[in-house]
């Protein structure tokens, strides 16, 4: 057995998370972690790694774990050669320790059971050989391999990559991995599936990659809230049947949350009309059986307080169900524009790096958004999808090449790196004290940037509360205190803020939950609004699968 959690509860400041979790880990089981975005899931993963303390419950691990999780903070003048050394330093000390052991190992009087063991542990996690893995994983993965690169220099997907590779070369025990296809392409996803398919220990995975939970997963744990309150354990491998399931308990959860309303409604009629009847309804006339008329009101009460106690014992809490999308009804044109004319075009366009180097360059090729049109942008990472995407948007300055819009139209744009919000104003347009603005707020200094720059018209504001992709709660938290998924929720909810006639997405899957995932790509297959998506997501794909394609390979 490599890990068990029992009965772990973990909550930050006024803000419960996790409670009344028991999980055991052992080799050959690789379970999948979903949940809505600040369900707890990269908490789970800090709990279980021991980078933080239960409140109650506990947590037992035997042998080595490695944690990758979604962003690494590079230290100034790291560089890929100190990060492979410091995740390999366990490996080569352990070689080491072989070594002496076998150097001063004497035949007659040596402790063979103590040289055996580390032997053994040497053999399991196949030591001699960690260079040569590290080497193959970064290739595979499309990592940088040069060991002389400062780590601050590369972004946050290819620093991602090399702490993959480093850990997957590692062989620890109990592998713990935090949404790892987000910065993967297609070949890296296979390679990665291959590993964890063959891992020799334990893995808890936490992602929204449906692909990966089919090929990888032999339990699936979901952290969204149930009925209960307690996490659900889905024990039959496959994305399909544990949506099938979760689709069934959700059914069942709203359907019973409605009675219960409806009892609740009932409940409070009844009151009112019996304490109505009260003053009213019973009374004698003034004046004549004034004992009698006493009476009446105490048996009047007491059977007004047997109606309260028999239907409150009758009624069960349960509480509210999830949010779900509410996808807006997006404008497909406004009124005068010419349906045959593209709401965006781009022609032959080219992209420079800083470096000299070309980030992206499609001569004689045209590439033209219509209203309500679609396009489907592919290629492995380095293709330059996410700079397309940014030359489509009017994002990047084209060096060569010409880019058209439609004057007028309005674009919803989600990068796959995160914007930071402009700061709030309040009050008569002063800026108010230093201090992070809640998701509200930067809501809000979006919309005053939009409506400055002429982008928004005051009719179609979206509300961010009415999508059902936060609570209200989470609206009113800093942004820095919401969880990577919740900021991902809130650029999708700032895109589509101006009700836009064009969404460019990319990698609208990162960071999502599953049951986000679907709700989107179904919301993206109907809406009257044109879409641009740029996803590595396989399932994705496959949904999209319709769609014109611009492949950058």
Not at 6 to 11: E, I, N, R, S, Y
Not at 38 to 48: I, R, V
Request: aromatic share 4%.
């Amino acid at each position: 057995m490599q890990l068990v959690a029992t009965d772990l509860a973990f909550a930050y400041p006024g803000r419960p998370v996790l409670g009344g979790l028991d999980l055991r880990v052992s080799d050959g089981v690789r379970l999948g972690v979903v949940g809505e975005n600040g369900s707890g899931k990269t908490t789970l993963l800090h709990l279980l790694a021991g980078r933080l303390a239960p409140a109650a419950g506990e947590v037992r691990r035997s042998g080595g774990v490695a944690l990758v999780e979604q962003e690494l903070d590079a230290a100034e003048e790291a560089t890929v050669g100190d990060l492979v050394r410091a995740t390999l330093a366990g490996l080569r000390a352990l070689a080491a320790e072989l070594e002496r052991a076998a150097a001063r190992f004497d035949h007659d009087s040596g402790d063979l059971a103590e040289l055996s063991g580390i032997l053994a542990r040497a053999e399991h996690l196949a030591v001699w050989d960690a260079d040569r893995r590290v080497d193959v994983a970064l290739t595979r993965l499309g990592a940088v391999r040069d060991p002389a690169r400062r780590l601050d220099t590369l972004s946050v997907g290819q620093r991602y990559r090399v702490r993959l590779a480093c850990r997957l070369a590692e062989r620890a025990d109990l592998l713990l991995l935090d949404e790892p296809t987000n910065h993967l392409d297609d070949a890296a996803i296979e390679f990665l599936t291959g590993e964890l398919v063959a891992w020799h220990g334990g893995v808890v995975i936490v992602t929204h990659d449906r692909e990966l939970l089919d090929d990888v997963a032999t339990a699936i744990l979901d952290l969204d809230p149930s009925m209960d309150g307690r996490p659900v354990l889905y024990g039959q491998p496959g994305y399909l049947a544990y949506r099938f399931a979760k689709n069934q308990a959700l059914h069942r959860w709203r359907q019973r949350y409605r009675a219960e309303q409806q009892r609740a409604r009932v409940l409070a009629e009844r009151l009112d009309a019996s304490y109505e009847g009260l003053s009213d309804e019973w009374r004698p006339p003034k004046g004549s059986q004034k004992h009698r008329r006493a009476t009446r009101a105490r048996i009047h009460v007491k059977a007004a307080d047997r109606l309260v106690q028999k239907l409150e014992a009758e009624a069960v809490e349960v509480p509210v169900p999830p949010l779900e999308l509410a996808f807006p009804d997006l404008p497909a044109m406004s009124p005068g524009w010419n349906p045959a004319h593209p709401l965006v075009e781009v022609r032959s366009p080219r992209v420079l790096a800083d470096d000299g180097g070309t980030r992206l360059d499609l001569p004689g090729t045209r590439v033209a958004v219509p209203p309500s049109g679609r396009l489907l942008v592919v290629g492995p990472n380095g293709a330059g999808k996410s700079t397309f995407l940014a030359a489509l948007a009017g994002r990047v300055r084209l060096d060569r090449g010409v880019r058209s819009v439609v004057a007028g139209a309005r674009l919803g744009v989600v990068a796959q790196e995160y914007r930071r919000p402009e700061p709030a104003v309040v009050g008569d347009g002063e800026e108010g004290e230093e201090g992070p603005p809640s998701a509200f707020d930067a809501y809000a200094a979006e919309a005053l940037a939009l409506l400055d720059r002429g982008e928004l018209d005051p009719d179609h504001v979206v509300p961010v509360a009415a999508l059902g992709l936060l609570s209200e709660g989470d609206l009113e938290r800093p942004l820095a205190e919401l969880s990577a998924g919740q900021r991902r929720r809130f650029e999708l909810a700032r895109a589509l803020l101006h009700a836009p006639h064009l969404l460019v997405l990319d990698e609208p899957t990162n960071h999502l939950s599953v049951d986000l995932v679907d709700a989107l790509t179904r919301a993206l297959v109907v809406t009257p609004a044109a879409v641009v998506v740029a996803t590595h997501d396989r399932r994705m794909r496959a949904d999209l699968a319709d769609w014109p394609v611009l492949d950058l390979s």
